[in-house]
């Protein structure tokens, strides 16, 4: 049976949005270790990527721009944008200490290489010298009576600030050097750092094995300690649109690293996880299609029921705003819904489908021109 539906807008997901997190989309919610993560690597590593010098130029004036300036990852250090000029050589001040340039969170020289270069997931604008001096130390947590080197905006010091320590990144150098970056970014680099070595693992491990395992224990603190804000989930989506619709999805829901690399878990996260938290389906994955994904104009949603009767549409964009909830019959066997997608923004969607029970089923799609 096909049924047609004229929609101004569709999707639909459970959402939830408490504080301190900015969003949360369940990925994969019931698979866990090696299982996890494979699944994680054929759904979302991307096989599209700018070329190097674009994908730094689109980061710059497209994803982390704000009112024309850039503002370094580590220090919290900002630089005007000259409009009309090479974005990245506009802050890049010919490589002076208080230029900006591109920070790789996974560190080129032991694994970011080929498409992992370009990827705009674990990139970033830093200040020269604070990238610099970061090197291919792993980041970790540094005693203030150890840290060599504090960073904050322009300045740099030796010994620890009487205030305002929070806002400071730490250094410290030699063999056992590590980096400790600013509290109000470390989730976010926890994130990217999941992210890259989930999706390269292979490329990371063989040049050197052991760096991620140096990082684990402190970056699992970091993701629960600084959850999503907003700024990130809109990078995430903002970047996807360069790199073939891929997310990184440890944006997406903040329980992938407890059960992919950390098994542990923080209170806040798992009331995210009981409020977003759907009546099982009887219907399978592999029962629901969305064609094309990604699509446009006219997409075809089909699903493979048990049962008749009146089943729910609904669409909700990643920032957990319902725009449409439609109704419709469904027989017993294979349904195909016909979805005017037309006056849809390009971006990413969930499409759901619920049953007259309450079970539900959803994907998500890529609206793109």
Same mark, same amino acid.
């Given at each position: 049976m096909k049924n047609i539906l004229f929609v101004y807008l569709l999707v639909c997901c459970s959402y939830t949005f408490l504080k301190g997190q900015s969003g949360h989309v369940n990925v994969f919610p019931d698979q866990t270790g090696q299982t996890l993560l494979n699944a994680l690597v054929t759904e979302y590593k991307t096989g599209t990527v700018l070329d190097y010098s674009i994908a730094r130029d689109t980061l710059f004036s497209k994803i982390d721009a704000v009112s024309d300036s850039l503002e370094c990852i580590y220090t919290g250090m900002k630089l005007y944008?000259?409009?009309?000029?090479?974005?990245?050589?506009?802050?890049?001040?010919?490589?002076?200490?208080?230029?900006?340039?591109?920070?790789?969170?996974?560190?080129?020289?032991?694994?970011?290489?080929g498409m992992a270069q370009s990827d705009m997931h674990h990139l970033y604008p830093s200040r020269s010298k604070a990238n610099s001096d970061r090197g291919n130390f792993p980041f970790g947590e540094i005693a203030d009576s150890q840290t060599q080197t504090w960073y904050l905006r322009t300045t740099e010091r030796s010994s620890p600030p009487s205030t305002e320590r929070d806002l400071y990144s730490e250094g410290i150098r030699g063999v056992n050097g590590k980096f400790e970056p600013r509290e109000s970014v470390k989730g976010n680099i926890a994130r990217s750092m999941f992210y890259f070595?989930?999706?390269?693992?292979?490329?990371?491990?063989?040049?050197?094995?052991?760096?991620?395992?140096?990082?684990?224990?402190?970056?699992?603190?970091?993701?629960?300690?600084?959850?999503?804000?907003?700024?990130?989930?809109?990078?995430?989506?903002?970047?996807?649109?360069?790199?073939?619709?891929?997310?990184?999805?440890?944006?997406?829901?903040?329980?992938? !690293?407890?059960?992919?690399?950390?098994?542990?878990?923080?209170?806040?996260?798992?009331?995210?996880?009981?409020?977003?938290?759907?009546?099982?389906?009887?219907?399978?994955?592999?029962?629901?299609?969305?064609?094309?994904?990604?699509?446009? #104009?006219?997409?075809?949603?089909?699903?493979?029921?048990?049962?008749?009767?009146?089943?729910?549409?609904? !669409?909700?964009?990643?920032?957990?705003?319902?725009?449409?909830?439609? $109704?419709?019959?469904?027989?017993?066997?294979?349904?195909?819904? /016909?979805?005017?997608?037309? /006056?849809?923004?390009?971006?990413?969607?969930?499409? #759901?489908?619920?049953?007259?029970?309450?079970?539900?089923?959803?994907?998500?799609?890529? $609206?793109v021109e």
């Open positions: 944008m000259q409009p009309g000029q090479d974005p990245t050589e506009s802050v890049y001040l010919n490589g002076l200490p208080n230029g900006i340039n591109t920070e790789h969170m996974w560190p080129q020289g032991l694994g970011a290489s070595y989930t999706m390269y693992k292979p490329q990371a491990d063989a040049e050197d094995p052991a760096y991620f395992n140096k990082m684990k224990t402190d970056l699992c603190t970091w993701h629960y300690q600084d959850p999503v804000d907003k700024v990130e989930w809109e990078r995430n989506q903002k970047i996807a649109t360069y790199q073939g619709g891929k997310l990184n999805p440890f944006v997406l829901d903040c329980s992938l !690293v407890s059960r992919a690399y950390c098994n542990n878990i923080d209170q806040a996260c798992e009331a995210i996880l009981l409020s977003s938290a759907e009546i099982p389906s009887e219907m399978l994955a592999s029962d629901f299609r969305i064609y094309p994904n990604p699509g446009n #104009s006219m997409v075809y949603i089909q699903l493979n029921t048990e049962s008749r009767g009146l089943f729910t549409i609904r !669409v909700k964009d990643l920032l957990g705003s319902e725009v449409l909830s439609a $109704r419709y019959d469904f027989v017993f066997g294979q349904n195909i819904a /016909e979805v005017d997608m037309s /006056e849809i923004v390009n971006g990413h969607y969930i499409i #759901s489908v619920c049953d007259e029970r309450g079970k539900v089923i959803f994907k998500p799609f890529l $609206r």
